[in-house]
């Protein structure tokens, strides 16, 4: 299975994730924290920022945003339910969720699930300005489903720590996005068995690190095998890097190393201003910036001792 968010998912939705929040109680803390911890998975998400409470409806352009993602995170808070924008886009997250292509997941930030439920509580306070309204009966009906779906509670995870807590949402999520996104090219026969050799070699639970070579003629299929590991595994990983075309790019220039040097660097990273000024300094800066990270790094094309000391020296470089 596979966890990558520019494969077959990305076929039939634009993003993986909508967020969903009261941006005056979560915006600036928590789905900031959420949002960020969600793009460095590579889970492709959709928050919208000019979420400002002009106009009372939300735009089409927002409701196709929501029909274009695969998995909704609701963020209830203390005010989420006394902005009609909000009961409206939950309204719509709802009607999506109860077709067999979206699924909704409901977090509940500083609210219990059963004050979402019954709109008791500071659920009630922050309801209480639309009983008048015609789409009342509609937006308490959605309230009560969302709230009845699986999702996490702040205060009964990772004893209400945000951190653990976001982390947990962004695993569990992973998962979900791998069991439905990797999917095998079936004109390339024999690959999934080929896979499942390379992931079952690998094995995963271990805690030391590993490193695996495939060779072989070329044309073989090697750089489609490892291609193939990697968009299915990557998302078991504090960071990753692909990196193609070793030989041609290290023989290229005086300073080919170096330019591959950075690009791992900045992959895993996830920094694009890292510059290294030689390969000694790039193999320094590697062991002491990637040793604390749990790492997947492919090098395609591989063909001298050179290229693999330089992008992959020690096993201390890594993190188990």
């Not at 989420?80 to 009961?87: D, E, F, N, Q, R």
């Not at 997250?93 to 909704?104: D, G, K, L, N």
């Not at 009983?131 to 309230?143: I, P, Q, V």
């Not at 990637?290 to 001792?305: C, E, G, P, Q, Y």
Request: hydrophobic share 40%; charged share 30%; aromatic share 10%.
């Amino acid at each position: 299975m596979a966890c990558s968010s520019t494969s077959s998912i990305q076929k039939s939705f634009k993003y993986d994730v909508f967020l969903s929040f009261r941006g005056e109680d979560t915006c600036t803390n928590f789905v900031d924290h959420l949002y960020h911890a969600l793009q460095q998975k590579s889970i492709h998400t959709y928050r919208d920022d000019v979420r400002i409470k002009k106009g009372k409806r939300i735009s089409d352009e927002l409701i196709g945003s929501i029909k274009d993602s695969k998995f909704y995170i609701i963020v209830f808070s203390k005010n989420y339910a006394s902005s009609s924008w909000c009961l409206d886009e939950l309204l719509k997250i709802m009607e999506c969720h109860s077709t067999i292509e979206h699924t909704a997941y409901p977090v509940f930030y500083d609210v219990e699930p059963s004050e979402v439920r019954k709109q008791s509580g500071a659920v009630a306070e922050a309801f209480a300005k639309h009983e008048k309204e015609e789409a009342a009966w509609k937006w308490r009906e959605a309230l009560k489903d969302a709230a009845d779906l699986a999702g996490w509670e702040l205060k009964n995870t990772a004893n209400g720590h945000e951190a653990e807590f976001i982390q947990k949402i962004v695993e569990e999520l992973s998962l979900e996005l791998r069991s439905i996104s990797f999917n095998i090219d079936e004109k390339l026969v024999g690959m999934k068995n080929r896979v499942k050799d390379v992931v079952s070699a690998l094995g995963t639970d271990f805690e030391d690190v590993r490193m695996m070579g495939i060779k072989g003629m070329g044309g073989g299929g090697k750089t489609t095998l490892a291609r193939a590991v990697f968009d299915q595994i990557f998302c078991q990983f504090d960071g990753k890097s692909f990196v193609e075309n070793v030989r041609e790019v290290s023989n290229a220039s005086l300073f080919g190393l170096k330019s591959l040097q950075n690009q791992v660097l900045s992959d895993v990273l996830n920094d694009k201003d890292i510059k290294v000024s030689s390969v000694y300094d790039g193999k320094h800066l590697m062991k002491r910036r990637m040793r604390d990270k749990k790492v997947l790094i492919v090098l395609d094309d591989v063909d001298h001792i050179d290229q693999l000391e330089a992008l992959a020296g020690e096993p201390d470089w890594f993190k188990p």
